[in-house]
């Protein structure tokens, strides 16, 4: 009875230990800022390789601003993010790029249709 008893106090002092860790958190400012190199990048530019290169993040954005993109020259002023029509364009997107990671990303783009 006694090591139930201890081992529920462990449980407790666990759970408060990550509570205040957890609020301590949300008092700390923290700053993400990026490097100059990631503040720029010329999206009509963007090559199949460099896009293969970006991480997960940087992958989704160029998706969403590509997205975006198509939407305008398609004349449909209304974009409303689809996840799953997003990933869908990502993976056809990098499936393109491992063929030809020379070829520009915009030259892919046209043939997204909705």
């Not at 008092?27 to 990026?34: D, G, H, L, R, S």
């Not at 940087?58 to 020259?73: A, N, P, Y």
């Not at 689809?82 to 046209?110: A, G, M, T």
């Amino acid at each position: 009875m006694l090591q139930n008893f201890i081992m529920q106090f462990k449980f407790i002092l666990l759970k408060a230990a990550v509570a205040a860790m957890t609020i301590a958190s949300a008092f700390y400012p923290t700053t993400v800022t990026a490097s100059d190199d990631d503040k720029i990048k010329n999206m009509s530019q963007l090559t199949c390789e460099e896009f293969l290169d970006m991480g997960m993040m940087q992958k989704i954005m160029s998706v969403v601003w590509l997205s975006g993109w198509t939407s305008k020259e398609e004349e449909r002023y209304m974009f409303a993010p689809d996840r799953k029509l997003l990933s869908n364009k990502e993976d056809l997107l990098e499936q393109y790029c491992q063929n030809n990671q020379q070829d520009l990303v915009l030259n892919q783009v046209p043939d997204w249709k909705y």
